[in-house]
């Protein structure tokens, strides 16, 4: 199964998901997912109900739009479904409601059921947010398509 059908199945059964749910109203439905040398990416254009404080975005809604794509860095490199263990964030400035930002997973290291991941969240060629953390395998991919 090439990489976009791949893509496809997975947001197809996962569609409420609030991530990438192509179903969820409320969710932040990300898509374009792209390989680039092992970096996974997608864009992320926020919604206008997702303002913090004035014209900056929720940090919380920058803190899954990272998970989100550190879980699919884990699903197109590694073929898993993962869980997130532990999240380290680090904002590196406002990020502005109205903005497209890119999205950047890697996988760092895996060790069995353990996947180390990274991403970022960049404003052109700047991060305005980053973060680490350990996922834990919940199913093979190989298992389920």
Not at 1 to 28: K, Q, W
């Amino acid at each position: 199964m090439n990489l976009s059908d791949r893509i496809e199945t997975i947001r197809a059964d996962y569609a409420h998901c609030f991530g990438c749910g192509s179903e969820n109203p409320v969710g932040l439905g990300l898509t374009g997912f792209v390989n680039e040398g092992g970096t996974i990416t997608a864009e992320f254009v926020p919604r206008t109900d997702y303002h913090g404080f004035n014209d900056v975005l929720h940090g919380g809604i920058v803190a899954t739009a990272l998970d989100e794509i550190m879980a699919w860095t884990a699903i197109l490199l590694e073929g898993v479904m993962v869980m997130t263990g532990t999240l380290e964030l680090r904002y590196r400035k406002p990020a502005a409601v109205d903005t497209c930002y890119k999205l950047e997973g890697r996988l760092e290291e895996r060790r069995g059921r353990r996947l180390r991941l990274a991403g970022r969240m960049l404003e052109g060629p700047t991060a305005v947010a980053e973060a680490s953390g350990l996922f834990l395998v919940v199913a093979d991919l190989a298992d389920e398509l």
